[in-house]
């Protein structure tokens, strides 16, 4: 994929489709050593250690609806040609935790791309779920919580177009910041 935001968007679909009821993706960043961990976790329904074992390959997937999954090979390709690497967990009735790491200085180290339009595609879409949103570059970092976006706005729903709109100004500001010196 041309932006790390797709694989982000596309593994976190396999958590909405594993039924969790609370996604979380992080991005941290350390300039100064080149480093970028993205990890998309989720309390879904899990995966056997047979599952885990033939996630990798991407004839091989989960889903009933086709017989490829390329979105973890993919994913994890792209860590390792920049020297970085991959891992992923999984139990039955707990969750996954997929984590990547990336040397952000390699020549072949694929941009992060627009996070902003993949968080809020995912909240707006996935309103029966929550999602916890943590970026972090160095010492500063910020978070969305839809757990606590939706305690504010009680009956209000976070794909009303003030709502989703003011959610993606928030991340767009932040993630400004960040990398404001």
């Known amino acids: 994929m041309r932006e790390l935001s797709l694989n982000v968007l596309d593994i976190a679909q396999n ?69 970085g690497s991959f891992e992923i967990e999984s139990e039955v009735g707990v969750g996954t935790r997929v984590r990547a790491y990336f040397k952000t200085n390699h020549l072949d180290f694929t941009p992060i791309g627009d996070m902003t339009s993949t968080m809020i595609s995912l909240i707006t879409m996935n309103l029966h779920i929550d999602f916890l949103y943590r970026r972090k570059l160095n010492d500063k970092e910020f978070t969305v919580d839809t757990r606590q976006l939706k305690a504010i706005l009680g009956d209000v729903p976070l794909n009303e177009p003030s709502i989703a709109l003011w959610i993606t100004d928030y991340i767009n500001e932040n993630t400004k910041q960040l990398t404001e010196v």
């Open 15 to 83: 958590s909405v489709s594993a039924n969790a009821s609370l996604i979380e993706i992080e991005l941290i960043e350390n300039s100064k050593t080149n480093d970028l961990l993205i990890g998309i976790y989720d309390n879904g329904k899990g995966m056997t250690k047979e599952q885990v074992e033939n996630v990798r390959d991407p004839f091989f997937t989960t889903r009933t609806t086709r017989k490829v999954g390329m979105g973890i090979p993919l994913f994890r390709f792209a860590a390792e040609m920049t020297g």
